[in-house]
């Protein structure tokens, strides 16, 4: 019982790190860049947490098979987006409801992501 009231707690933690004013910019900015085509250039966009202060950090690497760490887990990768070219579909644009993007479903993997990251992290601590 303990290890599932654990695993809600950490869905509840993830929520209120995504509903945090300091990640609000950066959650739309890497949302935005992923449907608007703006990261559709070759190079990897990953959006991290830092557990040291629970704020999200996007950055930019020359390619998928490079990324950030900490020699103390503190840095957490939560999504990220490769891809030279862009689909069909008509581009984000300035104005346009990021619901009909795929937001809210977005968002729910992204915290999804954070609360399996503190579970793992729990379970390295035991």
Do not use: H
Request: glycine share 6%; net charge negative; proline share 2%.
């Amino acid at each position: 019982m303990e290890n599932g009231m654990s695993k809600e707690t950490n869905k509840t933690r993830a929520q209120e790190i995504l509903d945090l004013d300091i990640n609000q910019d950066e959650l739309k900015e890497f949302f935005i860049g992923i449907v608007s085509g703006d990261y559709c250039d070759g190079s990897s966009y990953q959006l991290y947490l830092d557990m040291d202060n629970a704020s999200l950090i996007c950055c930019v690497e020359a390619s998928s098979s490079s990324w950030r760490q900490r020699d103390d887990g503190s840095l957490i990768l939560v999504d990220k987006f490769s891809s030279p070219q862009c689909d069909d579909e008509e581009p984000y644009e300035d104005g346009f409801d990021l619901n009909d993007y795929g937001w809210q479903e977005w968002r729910q993997a992204v915290e999804t992501r954070i609360a399996e990251a503190l579970d793992e992290l729990e379970e390295e601590e035991a």
